[in-house]
């Protein structure tokens, strides 16, 4: 698959823009990119929070909602089993507090496509890859190991020139607590 010629869209490095769209006095151009030049690896999300499989949904569910995200990649060591979005963890959500926590999120892996990206994949064949699998965020894996996530929010950032440049590796937090119902 080729890129689309269509899209034009370009990134620079990230800077506060006047609402009328000028440049600020005094700062030089920026660096253009064409969005069909970019990569995973520029694109994705670089600091994850995930989960392990045998943790609780409801674990899962105060992970997300504490660190404010919508998927949470579910991993043994850095080897991605899968994502777990947050509507997806609301629709199995069929009992209370105390049955949530004897379930395990790896549990609700079973039977759907898993897909990946690498670090090198130009962001088309991402986007490809996200539309094929019908799902709004991919792992980049490299060496067997995830190093980030790309959200369809990362494609839309990338399209609209939002790339934020990052040289820094990346960082994956797993469940630092366990969560256990206090029933009256």
Excluded: N, Y
């Excluded at 199995?92 to 004897?102: F, I, L, R």
């Amino acid at each position: 698959m080729t890129a689309p010629t269509a899209i034009r869209a370009t990134t620079t490095a990230p800077r506060a823009v006047p609402r009328d769209g000028a440049r600020p006095a005094g700062e030089p151009a920026a660096q253009a990119r064409p969005v069909a030049e970019l990569t995973a690896e520029q694109v994705m999300s670089r600091v994850l929070v995930a989960v392990e499989p045998g943790e609780s949904p409801l674990m899962a569910w105060e992970l997300m909602r504490r660190a404010g995200v919508r998927h949470l990649p579910v991993v043994e060591g850095r080897h991605v089993l899968g994502v777990l979005t947050r509507e997806e963890l609301a629709a199995t959500w069929s009992c209370g507090p105390q049955e949530q926590s004897g379930r395990q999120v790896g549990s609700l892996l079973t039977g759907r496509r898993r897909p990946r990206v690498e670090p090198g994949d130009p962001l088309h064949r991402v986007a490809a890859v996200m539309l094929d699998a019908a799902c709004d965020a991919v792992p980049v894996v490299h060496a067997g190991g995830i190093v980030g996530l790309i959200t369809a929010g990362d494609v839309l950032a990338a399209v609209a020139g939002r790339v934020k440049p990052s040289g820094e590796p990346g960082e994956l937090v797993t469940g630092m607590f366990h969560l256990e119902p206090i029933l009256p």
